[in-house]
């Protein structure tokens, strides 16, 4: 009776997970279909297919890119990306190998500081950054990538510290006694153990900074750059006008590098999660 009632129970809670990623993915599946549509038929049937009448083929894309300059917005998009995750993951890595083998109260003051940051609401200090980040002209690529490390750095350094205190210190202590010094053994010992917090930090990161639209319209000078994300948000005209099939190609086109990132390296997520929850 008990592997019977397992199995009902299986196939209810496949049920209900099911109808749960069909809620998920169907705002995908509408855009998408949108996205090969005449305008007015996006506003008077935005849930049909596309036919005779409403399919543009590409046109729309086309639209897109041309009134976005969407390859220009993705090199910014991916650019800023690239280097705040790296300098996230190697930063936040050696800090929290740090604050993890050196025990006092700084350390320990550093460490709370840091996840404190996690659960500041990020309209506290939306003001105060925009108002600093122009005041340090960091209004550009390379200076938005020190913003996104001060705002990733919180969630990194937990994870990592919580992996980085399952690490053997004996280990360390070996590579020192062979002739390693600190920045060696960070890298040629450390750092490879924690491949899996690593890769898993990066994954997040990553989602986080590809689709975030508020951080770089407060700090970037968009004047000059503009984020995929800002782009499309300028598909809007005077009076209202917006131009939703353009908008909507641009949103498949902005997302498809993001889930197709996710869909190689989801395998690692759990992986990560799990090994840097170990006595943390």
Known sequence: ?????????????????????????????????????????????????????????????????????????????????????????????????????????????????????????????????????????????VGIIIVYLGFGAGLAVFMFCGFVRSIPLEIEESAMIDGCNPVQTYFKIVFPIMKPTAISVAILETMWVWNDYLLPYLVLKINKYKTIQIAIQYLKGGYGAIDMGAMMAMIVLAIIPIILFYGFCQKYIIEGVISGAVKG
Not at 11 to 37: D, E, G, H, Q, R
Not at 111 to 134: C, G, H, R
């Open 1 to 141: 009776m008990s592997n019977v009632r397992k199995a009902k129970h299986g196939w209810v809670l496949t049920l209900i997970f099911s109808l749960i990623s069909i809620a998920y993915i169907m705002p995908i599946v509408i855009v998408l279909m949108n996205s090969f549509k005449r305008k007015i038929f996006i506003s008077n049937r935005p849930f049909a297919l596309p036919d005779a009448k409403s399919f543009v083929k590409i046109e729309n894309y086309i639209n897109g890119i041309q009134k976005t300059d969407f390859f220009r917005a993705f090199g910014y998009t991916l650019f800023i990306t690239v280097g705040s995750v790296f300098v996230i993951v190697l930063c936040t890595s050696m800090c929290a190998w740090y604050i993890s083998r050196v025990k006092n109260k700084w350390t320990t003051g550093i460490y709370y500081l840091f996840a404190f940051s996690m659960i500041v609401p990020f309209q506290m200090v939306m003001f105060t950054l925009s108002k600093i980040a122009d005041m340090l002209h960091l209004g550009n690529p």
